[in-house]
């Protein structure tokens, strides 16, 4: 335990529940008040999510089903590093798995935590340029995705104008767009 006033220590941790993708776990607490209490949380791997684009500047983007709101996705190629993968390969692994593309150089663009209130899931961000295709999606049994290429500017714009939904893509695109352009 550091010396920080507000960090809670854990004096147990087990899996409550397991499913494909991740667990729920439960963690036993007390709090910096003494408090003993539970607190459950998303266990997940790491996640990578790719910023791609093509030679001429265009985005692939991908449109999935996202069955927890019931609508069609239109975001960016991600998914999770398999074991001790390299964040890297594992980038180019999900592009060309959910696109079928693969990239001519890679590039980090940031690490988050997206939703360390209820997970301890950690988001490693890529672009890849001068996307072009080379084979056929490789879709995992779960997925359902359609592959596009879009403007860049205009996918900002969906940023921008508050049409875009998806959260990873909108911080990706909006990273990119303060950091490199």
């Known amino acids: 335990m550091t010396n920080d006033s507000l960090e809670w220590e854990t004096k147990a941790t087990e899996i409550d529940y397991r499913c494909p993708g991740f667990d729920i776990r439960r963690d036993a607490v007390e709090l910096p008040d003494g408090t003993v209490t539970d607190y459950h949380y998303v266990d997940e791997s790491p996640a990578v999510v790719?910023?791609?684009?093509?030679?001429?500047?265009?985005?692939?983007?991908?449109?999935?089903?996202?069955?927890?709101?019931?609508?069609?996705?239109?975001?960016?190629?991600?998914?999770?590093?398999?074991?001790?993968?390299?964040?890297?390969?594992?980038?180019?692994?999900?592009?060309?798995?959910?696109?079928?593309?693969?990239?001519?150089?890679?590039?980090?663009?940031?690490?988050?935590?997206?939703?360390?209130?209820?997970?301890?899931?950690?988001?490693?961000?890529?672009?890849?340029?001068?996307?072009?295709?080379?084979?056929?999606?490789?879709?995992d049994d779960n997925e359902s995705i359609r592959v596009d290429v879009t403007d860049y500017d205009e996918y900002l714009a969906s940023v921008v104008d508050d049409e875009l939904d998806d959260g990873r893509a909108a911080l990706a695109v909006t990273h990119y767009e303060l950091t490199h352009r």
């Open 50 to 139: 790719i910023l791609p684009l093509t030679p001429d500047g265009d985005v692939v983007v991908i449109e999935e089903w996202r069955q927890a709101v019931d609508s069609v996705n239109r975001g960016l190629p991600a998914g999770s590093v398999e074991g001790e993968e390299d964040l890297f390969d594992a980038a180019r692994r999900e592009l060309r798995e959910e696109t079928g593309y693969e990239a001519g150089s890679l590039e980090h663009l940031l690490t988050t935590e997206p939703s360390n209130g209820i997970a301890n899931s950690v988001h490693h961000h890529f672009v890849a340029h001068d996307c072009e295709p080379t084979a056929e999606q490789e879709l």
